[in-house]
């Protein structure tokens, strides 16, 4: 009976440090807003267009490469603009398309907040409530998440980036 209360009181201990420690990914998880970068350092081609050689990380039919003077003048290297690569916390690289996800605080609609922006929703979520938005560039996806931070109808918003969970080879 002493070594149950013992184990019980260690456990009743350990959860909350537990809580602590993880609260930064909580946070990141259900609260705020994932933290992205751009990673400027590499840049997305072809996957065929280049030598195994040079892949820092292979995406799907894309490569990840290091943004080296060689590789900017190498003409032979299929550049990929209409995807951005992203890092997150952990370092792991994915692939942008400049879409923003968001979702709205209750009693709003994702169309109105839309509109209100000039922009409409090209997918909808129902059961999770999420709703996408397409921009044309990083640039105007950043700074429509930095509007929707602090717009009280927007209770979510977060960068539309897909991880391939694969480790740099």
Request: no cysteine.
């Given at each position: 009976?002493?070594?149950?209360?013992?184990?019980?009181?260690?456990?009743?201990?350990?959860?909350?440090?537990?809580?602590l420690?993880?609260?930064?990914?909580?946070?990141?998880?259900?609260?705020a807003?994932?933290i992205?970068?751009h990673?400027d350092d590499?840049m997305?081609?072809v996957?065929?267009?280049?030598?195994?050689?040079?892949?820092?990380q292979?995406l799907?039919?894309?490569?990840v490469?290091?943004?080296?003077?060689e590789?900017?003048?190498?003409t032979?290297?299929?550049?990929?603009?209409?995807?951005?690569?992203?890092?997150?916390?952990?370092?792991?690289?994915g692939?942008?398309?400049?879409?923003?996800?968001?979702?709205?605080?209750?009693?709003?609609?994702?169309?109105?907040?839309?509109?209100?922006?000039?922009?409409?929703?090209?997918?909808?979520?129902?059961?999770?409530?999420?709703?996408?938005?397409?921009?044309?560039?990083?640039?105007?996806?950043?700074?429509?998440?930095?509007?929707?931070?602090t717009?009280?109808?927007?209770r979510l918003?977060?960068?539309?980036?897909?991880?391939?969970?694969?480790?740099?080879?």
């Open positions: 009976m002493r070594r149950h209360h013992l184990k019980l009181a260690t456990l009743t201990l350990l959860i909350p440090v537990l809580l420690s993880l609260r930064p990914a909580l946070a990141e998880e259900f609260g807003s994932p992205y970068v990673a590499v997305l081609v996957r065929a267009s280049v030598n195994d050689a040079l892949i820092v292979g799907g039919g894309y490569a490469i290091a943004r080296t003077p590789n900017l003048a190498n032979a290297i299929e550049r990929v603009s209409n995807l951005s690569v992203m890092r997150d916390a952990l370092d792991r690289l692939l942008a398309d400049h879409s923003v996800l968001f979702t709205p605080s209750g009693g709003y609609n994702v169309d109105d907040i839309a509109s209100s922006y000039s922009l409409m929703v090209s997918a909808r979520y129902p059961n999770s409530g999420w709703a996408l938005l397409q921009l044309d560039s990083l640039d105007s996806a950043e700074r429509l998440i930095t509007q929707f931070e717009d009280d109808r927007v918003v977060e960068l539309n980036v897909n991880f391939y969970d694969a480790e740099p080879t």
